[in-house]
């Protein structure tokens, strides 16, 4: 028999062009699995510097901290019978609603400063409280308490929530207060800025090219302990040292990032119900 040169020298080059592909194939799964292994064998701050993701100049920050604690307010009708120019109820014992008698214009709600200005006259212990944040959805400006010159981030219980009408005109308010805040005589060792950049980087929360702008000090909520324990006859909280980094990408958005100052931990903001109503349904399970 009489073989076919030509066929089988096609059938050889398909062969051989066929196992080619195959080994190209494999020195790339191979390539890139080195390239894997070396970005895993890199350190965070390596990665952080070739992504450039780099802190500004920050203001400086504390070493140490004690975890704080604080009294739910009981607001009495005797503390809002001094209260000038407005109508107020108290709801849950907690929560001091209010309407003003005139409604005060905001030319800006993103800087509130008219209302500002005027807090301390209008709301029971005003000069405790700072401007936060203009919730546009709601329409209301988010006022956050505070303790010396720190922020209480994110608290149900220590915050007000001024309601605009539809002509930016606050008309009500609806307030909760910590009180008998002190501090806890061990100090806490807080994380360093660098620490706190890496953990945020760590969790895909910082884009490339990056910058932390800014770091401040607050407090958040660890814990709560309900009112009747044994510790006491009055509801109290245990607040954390809580660091806030606001980090700007390369457009210029900022973004601002909550960690538990102690021990790492990473607060998601956005899951917190700030809403009011949430103290009234605790209370009704609470019967």
């Known amino acids: 028999m009489r073989l076919d040169w030509s066929k089988t020298k096609t059938i050889f ?28 064998d890199l350190s965070t701050t390596e990665r952080i510097a070739d992504e450039n993701v780099t802190l500004g100049e920050l203001p400086d920050a504390d070493d140490s901290r004690p975890y704080l604690n604080a009294e739910f307010s009981l607001f009495m009708n005797s ?15 907690q929560i001091l609603s209010s309407i003003l008698s005139d409604p005060i214009a905001i030319a800006d709600p993103e800087n509130p400063e008219e209302l500002n200005e005027q807090i301390e006259d209008y709301v029971l212990y005003g000069d405790q409280y700072t401007f936060w944040d203009y919730d546009e959805e709601d329409n209301q400006l988010i006022y956050f308490q505070t303790f010396e010159d720190f922020t209480l981030y994110y608290n149900l219980n220590a915050q007000i929530a001024v309601q605009l009408n539809e002509n930016n005109e606050a008309i009500s ?7 008998s805040l002190e501090e806890f005589t061990e100090e806490q060792q807080l994380r360093e800025p660098r620490a706190v950049l890496e953990t945020f980087y760590d969790r895909n929360l910082i884009q490339p090219n990056s910058t ?33 980094m606001t980090i700007e990408n390369e ?32 209370d009704e399970t609470a019967e």
């Not at 308010?173 to 009180?179: A, D, M």
């Not at 990032?257 to 103290?279: C, H, K, P, R, T």
């Open 13 to 40: 080059i398909v062969v051989f062009l066929i196992l080619d592909i195959f080994l190209f194939i494999l020195f790339v799964q191979k390539y890139e699995d080195s390239q894997l292994e070396i970005i895993g």
């Open 79 to 93: 503390d809002i019978q001094g209260l000038e120019g407005q109508s107020a109820t108290i709801r849950e014992g």
């Open 173 to 179: 308010y609806e307030q909760t207060h910590l009180t």
């Open 212 to 244: 932390a702008v800014n770091l401040q000090l607050g407090y958040y909520p660890l814990f709560v302990q309900e009112a009747g324990s044994d510790s006491g006859d009055g509801a109290t909280q245990v607040l954390t040292p809580t660091w806030k």
């Open 251 to 282: 457009n210029g958005d900022r973004n601002e990032l909550f960690m538990n100052a102690v021990d790492g931990s990473i607060f998601d903001m956005s899951q917190v119900n700030l809403d009011f109503e949430q103290l009234e349904e605790n």
